[in-house]
């Protein structure tokens, strides 16, 4: 648990962080799931974070969305404090408004997707900018059916998920997350749910939101992808970040032994 | 290939079964029809008299109007139990329990002799001046107090069918929905609400059906148009009351029929994308066929569905 | 169809209301109105609750909505006298007394007066009911007034028939070591009439003038059994605070019972044998 | 570390909506407790009277036994519903109409007539010989009609709560007990039925509290001795009709709550595994001790769970 | 479609053999999924079915188990005809009891585990012996217990479903399948909704299984699996079988160039 107030200072030095979290912990009750959370990810960059199950790696994701409040430390997205503004010292709770407007600026993906199963495609994208944006629908339409091009699914915009392989429910899932135009993408195991022959879709429009320069913080299994597409990878076990850096560095020559072990489990 | 032609498993209990049911029917029909205790003659002098028409016509209104108050505050209350404000949720709760634990008839009269306990009602500084006043018998006259009562009653029985219902909707729906930045009551209104409608239209449409047989007991109020009020008095006058039950039964069966096929639509309506969908891949060709034929901004017009 | 409202399709089918009584015929009695407590003196209208299910006391027209009967021709001779309008609604029992002194000014629905019910209301005395009792046609079963122990006896919910008359034969079978009457208790009066046509019941037992409707509406199909007894006085219910219009209600059953218009209202509707000579604020017999 | 310890947000709205409501309340319980017409003295007298707590005991008995009977012909009839016998599908489907389409207080009025309809039951062949009759009214006394009408009606409701319910099983579990070898009948019982209970309960619970206000109906039979008519009959002796309403209305009361609190517990069973297992791998610590620490013996006791 | 007939005569005169699939087809209204599929899977031997999605891999499976009823083609397990008995020559449907009596003999394994989630772990396993074969609880639970150490979870036998992770869950539902002691078992993909570190452990038990002399026929896309442990594979495509023998062989030198392009996309 390393003191973050000097670590802030270090890391807006730096060019363009977009995200930085720190000395992040969080309990559920007595549980104490992440121990001291240090990260930064800067505009652009492909940060993956690898690790056993229960390593706290949904919660990490969870709590940059507001999805779960953090017990210690502080996330900034922006130079905007998460989940709370600071008066003279003090941490005030953002209003649900408030809340609903910094997760506006954050789209995450979830491993089982998500969809709305009583919507089709088309409208399952639509949603959030007609509703939330109040976009007109019409140019929600025209964006959601650029979007689903992008994803490779133009011809199943009036599908319903039901009707919808998981790999194309998860790329849906994607273009509904990028309809609301977010500055940074949360994946958590976008493909673990998937048969293994309908991943490379996925990761494919995955490798494609990088390229474009999207910021992205993935959560994986894909080793493959890590080494291809990230920017850095960082390995977490038992609530904190055991290594962290180049992810062909990494792979090629994990420093710690848990890491040596959880990629030989992996490979 | 040569397809098989297998022979069937022969079930000969189930042809004694429907053989005895058949009789039991025929034989039930024939004495019903036959035994001079029914007076046919009179039931269809009586079944489109036309008071009994009004008072068909009346015990729609009431129970659709009921319905549609007690639909509206059990929305409330199933939202306010989820809500975290702890005040909503107990008085969700308390609502629940008292309106459903205390007799619909002694609502009914209560909103009947409100007038008499509360003759006027006022608005005003409590403790300070009046502000306003009304004669409490003009704002709620028979019909109000008949239906505000039995809306008041079963919103409390669609409270906790609507309850079951949001907390059978899986909560990564609401996760999805919150992470895309829609706010509490949006998510609650146009993503939670008609999924749940799936759990939730079955036991609503046993209460619809319930309320149609319960707006009989709007005498309570009093009101005196209603369906069963209109039969019972022709039965006093005639001294013939089975004919006159009769008129009153066929009725009810009548509007319950149209209320089930009405049922069988809107259950039809939210499952789409869930109960009525042809296993994927066999549908996705002809699917796919169709979305290609269809221009893009026809899909767009069925969006509002969920809303409604 | 208006079967409901096509009158005269013999006796057995559909209310054929004697003529109607006129109220205009009643003269306003300046007198009277003076006494009048203040609340009441402004309004037009005396409204009266009643259960029209007691044909030939209160009832329904063939409209089903427009109430009549002996109780609602009195009702509107009350309020003519007083210069006012009678207006009679339809009101289930339990609802009739919580709204006396505010929503209804009387209750008239042949509320057969005795002391545990005085002690709620007042009660202006108006007519005499006895009970009667009335079997099938010839009397197949051999039903006697004596020979009711375990027998099936029908009355109608809530009356004086049922409790304490039918009750306390009842406990006096059990008493002498004889079966139970078994009381069927119906809350139409029609339902306890068609079950003893049907014969499901062997008996039934209720106000005199309910019995003589039943009897003409079966069209013979049923008999008296024994004669009227138990003479009991029925009231016009007046709230039990408002004790200045009850005197006044009072005053002015004796001067319609005076001037006649109380006999006519009765012969109107063939029911003279109930008729009193005075009417009483609150007898304290029953 | 330093935990977070922040402002929350203030919700001055929401005081002020308590204080309306308290405000409200009290307001409902003075004018209630001082309203002269309400005759709290004439409440207490009849509260514990014994006629008051005999009606409640025959109300209570006639909701359990015809919700009993209720629901074994519920499943019968939601499993015929499922059967492959298009006969069976059929019968269940004319039931459910028929008996959820015709008042209950029709039906209870044929079960106390029925005897004046057919005064005897007679079993023969069929326009042959005559082998057993018996005197209907003998057999069908009130009791018996009256828990059979409200039973019979009250099926036709609960079979659509239990048909929604079992069509709410994830098919998955079907096809994994068949593959197991076990017949369908068994499936039903000990797999699909008990997964369904946790979205049939709170719509039966709905119908069970409905239930003790409907047995009042039971007065078309006649049927004489339950908690309405009881307090109704007092109600015409005394001339008091709100106090007696008020017992009524208590009691109701009381026994909705004792329900309620049943309900909770119901759900809670059925839901085991389900509804109230906390995150797994919380738990699963926990759970890991509790697992070495009890004998293996005690966990098969459970097993029958499902069946009740 | 090859003729069946001669097929038949010539599998009867191979050593023991426990499968017979004779030319069947399966139709679902129009659709014909299955198009003439012969096999044979003899006693002890491990069968891997590969393919793409949709070629009617479960299907197949599914009218084995008679899940599905076939629509043309014969199904043999231990020379006993799957589905009905023939009189002269004359095909009658069985009755509910005898099909239940045949699928006691087929342990499957499904891919969503379809445990009963109201039932432990213990209790899932012992609900078919206890309630088709009517053994003992006692002895059952004995007999579960066993299987539970052997899947290696003998600690979680009073655990619910949903307090396991997905590869015990799957463990679980090997286990209540052996319960039955069947002679031949079905998995249908049991490792594709596992997160990857799970899928191990699952397959673990699965050679195990094979191992201790049991015929297994196993969908599956782990194509390590089938080549270490599989003594045939097949690989079918459009509701055909495209390949079959070897599995090293088919592996390392697919003959037929849909069996190259899938096994390209899979590895
Ligand atoms: N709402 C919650 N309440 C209590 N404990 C929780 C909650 N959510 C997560 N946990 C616990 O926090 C720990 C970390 O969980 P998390 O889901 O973040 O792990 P993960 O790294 O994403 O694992 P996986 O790969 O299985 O998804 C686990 O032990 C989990 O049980
Ligand atoms: N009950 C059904 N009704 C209609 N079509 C069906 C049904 N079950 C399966 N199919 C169709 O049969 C074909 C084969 O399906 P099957 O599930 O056997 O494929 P699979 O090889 O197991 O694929 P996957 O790897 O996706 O599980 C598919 O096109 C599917 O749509
Ligand atoms: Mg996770
Ligand atoms: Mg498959």
């Known amino acids: 648990m390393t003191e973050t107030a000097p670590l802030k200072e270090q890391a807006t030095a730096r060019t363009k962080p977009l995200v930085e979290i720190q000395g992040v912990h969080k309990l559920f009750g007595d549980h104490h799931v992440l121990k001291g959370i240090d990260m930064t990810v800067r505009q652009g960059e492909v940060s993956v974070i690898i690790g056993p199950s229960g390593s706290g790696k949904s919660t990490l994701l969870r709590c940059i969305n507001l999805l779960e409040t953090i017990s210690a430390g502080r996330i900034y997205v922006h130079d905007d404090l998460i989940g709370y503004h600071e008066v003279n010292g003090k941490l005030h709770d953002l209003n649900a408004k408030q809340i609903a407007a910094q997760r506006r600026e954050i789209g995450m993906v979830f491993q089982r997707f998500n969809l709305f199963p009583h919507k089709t495609a088309l409208q399952n994208v639509i949603e959030a900018p007609t509703q939330v944006k109040r976009q007109s629908k019409s140019a929600a339409k025209l964006k959601a059916l650029e979007l689903l091009e992008m994803v490779g699914l133009s011809d199943r915009a009036n599908f319903y998920p039901s009707q919808l392989s998981g790999g194309q429910q998860q790329r849906v899932a994607i273009a509904r997350a990028l309809a609301m135009e977010p500055e940074l993408m949360l994946f958590d195991e976008p493909t673990s749910a998937l048969d293994p022959e309908l991943v490379g879709d996925v990761l494919e429009v995955m490798k494609n939101l990088a390229k474009s320069g999207m910021t992205m913080i993935v959560v994986t299994h894909e080793i493959g992808f890590a080494r291809e597409v990230g920017d850095t990878l960082t390995f977490m076990d038992g609530g904190v970040v055991v290594e962290s850096g180049n992810p062909r560095d990494i792979i090629a020559n994990p420093q710690h032994h848990r890491t040596q072990e959880f990629l030989s489990r992996v490979l | ?308 | 169809t208006t079967a409901s409202q096509d009158g005269g399709s013999g006796s057995s089918n559909g209310a054929s209301a004697p003529a109607t009584f006129d109220p205009s015929t009643v003269a306003k009695d300046d007198a009277l109105i003076a006494l009048l407590p203040a609340a009441l003196k402004d309004k037009a209208t005396i409204d009266v609750g009643s259960d029209t299910s007691y044909e030939p006391a209160e009832f329904l027209d063939k409209d089903g909505q427009t109430p009549i009967g002996y109780d609602v021709d009195l009702a509107k001779a009350i309020a003519a006298t007083l210069g006012k309008k009678a207006v009679v609604h339809t009101a289930d029992f339990s609802s009739i007394l919580p709204k006396l002194g505010t929503v209804y000014d009387l209750g008239m629905s042949s509320f057969t007066i005795n002391p545990e019910r005085s002690k709620a209301v007042n009660f202006v005395s108006y007519f005499n009911a006895g009970v009667l009792w009335a079997v099938q046609k010839g009397n197949p079963k051999g039903i006697t007034m004596d020979n009711l122990c375990g027998k099936k006896v029908g009355v109608q919910t809530g009356t004086v028939e049922e409790d304490p008359d039918v009750k306390d034969r009842s406990a006096k079978c059990v008493a002498a070591g004889k079966p139970a009457i078994t009381i069927v208790s119906l809350k139409n009066q029609t339902d306890v009439t068609t079950r003893l046509v049907g014969g499901t019941i062997d008996a039934m037992s209720a106000d005199s003038p309910i019995i003589k409707n039943a009897l003409a509406k079966t069209n013979g199909q049923l008999e008296t059994l024994g004669a009227v007894y138990d003479s009991a006085q029925q009231g016009i219910a007046i709230a039990k605070t408002d004790t200045v219009f009850a005197g006044v209600v009072e005053k002015v059953m004796n001067k319609l019972i005076q001037d006649g218009t109380y006999t006519k209202i009765l012969t109107n509707w063939n029911n003279t044998d109930g008729a009193l000579p005075k009417a009483v604020l609150n007898p304290t017999a029953g």
């Open chain 2, 1 to 308: 290939m040569e397809l098989i032609d297998a022979v069937p498993v022969r079930h000969p209990w189930r042809w004694v079964g429907a053989a005895v049911i058949l009789l039991v029917l025929v034989l039930v029909i024939q004495s019903m029809t036959t035994n001079p205790k029914f007076y046919w003659g009179t039931f269809r002098t009586y079944l489109f008299d036309v008071l009994v028409i009004q008072g068909v016509g009346w015990t729609l209104i009431l129970t659709v109007t009921s319905m549609v108050i007690a639909i509206v505050l059990a929305i409330l209350l199933a939202f306010m139990r989820q809500s975290d404000n702890p005040l909503f949720r107990y008085v969700s709760w308390v609502w629940v329990w008292f309106f459903r634990g205390t007799p619909v008839y002694t609502q009914l009269l209560f909103w009947g002799s409100v007038g008499a306990l509360y003759p006027k009602i006022i608005v005003g500084v409590p403790f300070g001046p009046e502000l306003f006043s009304w004669d409490t018998a003009t704002v709620i006259n028979a019909t109000v107090a008949a239906i505000v009562g039995l809306g008041l009653n079963e919103s409390a029985y669609l409270a906790e069918i609507f309850r079951a219902g949001l907390k059978s909707v899986d909560n990564g729906q609401m996760e999805a929905a919150e992470a895309l930045g829609m706010r509490r009551s949006k998510v609650m209104w146009r993503i939670i609400l008609p999924q749940a409608m799936r759990v939730i239209i079955p036991p609503t449409g046993n209460e619809t059906i319930g309320m149609l047989k319960t707006t009989s007991l709007v005498l309570a109020v009093p009101f005196t148009l209603d369906l069963t009020f209109v039969t019972n008095a022709l039965a006093s006058r005639t001294f013939l009351p089975i004919p006159l039950l009769m008129v009153a039964a066929f009725w009810y069966l009548v509007i319950t029929s149209v209320l089930m096929v009405g049922q069988y639509y809107i259950e039809r309506h939210f499952g789409k994308g869930v109960d009525n969908v042809t296993k994927a891949p066999v549908k996705a060709t002809a699917a796919v066929a169709a979305a290609h034929a269809k221009p893009v901004e026809t899909s767009g017009g069925t969006t509002e569905g969920g809303q409604s």
